[in-house]
């Protein structure tokens, strides 16, 4: 009988051709299963301005050097065993991670690492600029206190149980004089596979920590600049309570105008980090709850110390990305009621003058209608003074009536009929007008 996963399907289906890719991506990026004592080596660099393929150049050196198979194509994930170290490499959306793990018994945790064991030229040929350096070392020998104070130079360390119980991690977040952060983790009974995840979750949560933190020092130097912002729309708004001018309005809305563009520009350049931030800080808070804490009598947990120094960092990021995105909105109703407000001033001109075209229309009416009967006077006068030579000429041809009652009797008919083809012309103009 054949395996399982060869035999064929109950019917032929047309695959989507994004589901391959879908079905692995929950697998990209496997944890490894880690035998204490184990000493780990991480670096984080941003992507910044490296050309896509640069990473991958670097970690194919790497195993040309070492003569390992490079990674395939289109890889975003890649671990290898390198004799003495193993690497594990993951290409993020924003940053690229290098892992070194160095098994093997040790007595001094941080003295001898697993960094040390990888090509130095090869190190300083690393493309971008290193945002997170931090070694972990992970055995089963329970330190004293002393020994503790000793590895972390009397900085105030922060501790907890860790996997219910299984392990202890013990760090104090700071960078130091050799450029690397230290983690050390007592294992209490952890599994390969625990092993694993607990050091990729510690150091998931220096990376996106770091990630989450690159945004704080934008949003203090944006803030001032909100300020001013916030400042002249205010000053803005005060100016339109006031009484309403074409020349004050084009000022306003010139004004408006150029705090929109600033507030665009500003958003265009900060609002992917503001967003990016609030992700990673999201994921910082997923990976801690993963750790299941417990507290050790005397430390802070990483919970504790991350809501008194990363929860205020964020906090501050959110106001500023939050208040930003409500001056943005202040400004448009600004814009808003200034538009209507020219646009009433627009209207209110318009009515006076359609009123005023109506007056010049009823005088040209007037005026028409006076012409009209002037001309039907004049055309009256031409036509009677015709009739009266014709009839004074007729008296002279031997016809026997009064020429002087001639132009009298006619001047009704003649005038009529010349008001009646003024009128018709009129008509005739303005149906040719409408048409």
């Known amino acids: 009988m054949p395996p399982t996963d060869c035999i064929a399907p109950a019917f032929r289906f047309r695959e989507h051709p994004l589901r391959r890719a879908l079905a692995d991506e929950v697998h990209a990026r496997p944890y490894e299963y880690l035998c204490p004592p184990v000493r780990v080596s991480h670096l984080a660099v941003p992507v910044g301005d490296q050309p896509p393929g640069a990473w991958r150049t670097h970690v194919e050196a790497l195993c040309a050097h070492f003569e390992v198979p490079p990674p395939p194509p289109g890889a975003i994930h890649f671990a290898a065993d390198f004799g003495a170290f193993r690497l594990r490499w993951e290409r993020h959306t924003e940053f690229s991670t290098y892992t070194f793990h160095r098994f093997g018994a040790?007595?001094?945790?941080?003295?001898?690492?697993?960094?040390?064991?990888?090509?130095?030229?090869?190190?300083?040929?690393?493309?971008?600029?290193?945002?997170?350096?931090?070694?972990?070392?992970?055995?089963?020998?329970?330190?004293?206190?002393?020994?503790?104070?000793?590895?972390?130079?009397?900085?105030?360390?922060?501790?907890?149980?860790?996997?219910?119980?299984?392990?202890?991690?013990?760090t104090d977040f700071r960078v130091h004089h050799d450029g690397f952060g230290r983690i050390l983790v007592y294992d209490r009974g952890l599994t390969h596979g625990q092993a694993g995840r607990l050091v990729q979750r510690l150091l998931e949560i220096e990376t996106y920590r770091a990630m989450a933190l690159l945004a704080f020092p934008i949003a203090r130097e944006v803030a001032p600049q909100l300020t001013r912002m916030d400042d002249e729309l205010a000053e803005i708004i005060q100016v339109m309570g006031g009484p309403a001018g074409d020349d004050e309005d084009r000022q306003l809305l010139a004004r408006l105008t150029g705090?929109?563009?600033?507030?665009?520009?500003?958003?265009?350049?900060?609002?992917?980090?503001?967003?990016?931030?609030?992700?990673?800080?999201?994921?910082?808070?997923?990976?801690?709850?993963?750790?299941?804490?417990?507290?050790?009598?005397?430390?802070?947990?990483?919970?504790?110390?991350?809501?008194?120094?990363?929860?205020p960092a964020m906090k501050t990021v959110e106001y500023t990305a939050e208040r930003h995105d409500n001056l943005s909105r202040r400004v448009t109703r600004a814009g808003d009621l200034l538009r209507t407000r020219v646009d009433i001033a627009l209207e209110e001109k318009n009515r006076d003058l359609l009123k005023s075209m109506n007056r010049r229309a009823e005088l040209q009416l007037r005026l028409q209608e006076t012409v009209e009967g002037l001309s039907v006077v004049a055309i009256s006068y031409y036509l009677i003074g015709l009739i009266s030579y014709i009839a004074k000429g007729l008296k002279a041809a031997g016809l026997h009536f009064d020429s002087d009652l001639a132009p009298l009797a006619a001047l009704p008919v003649v005038a009529g009929m010349v008001a009646l083809g003024v009128r018709r012309l009129r008509r005739a103009i303005v149906s040719t007008e409408k048409h």
């Not at 563009?261 to 801690?288: D, M, N, P, T, W």
């Open 259 to 311: 705090l929109a563009a600033l507030g665009e520009r500003l958003g265009a350049h900060h609002s992917f980090r503001f967003s990016a931030a609030r992700a990673y800080s999201a994921l910082v808070r997923k990976r801690i709850e993963e750790l299941r804490e417990q507290r050790i009598p005397g430390l802070q947990t990483i919970t504790e110390f991350m809501g008194r120094r990363l929860a």
């Open 106 to 170: 040790f007595d001094a945790p941080f003295a001898e690492t697993a960094l040390d064991l990888a090509p130095t030229d090869w190190l300083a040929e690393l493309p971008g600029q290193v945002l997170v350096a931090t070694h972990v070392a992970l055995d089963d020998v329970r330190r004293s206190a002393e020994d503790l104070t000793s590895m972390f130079f009397g900085h105030p360390l922060v501790g907890c149980q860790v996997v219910s119980g299984a392990a202890e991690a013990f």
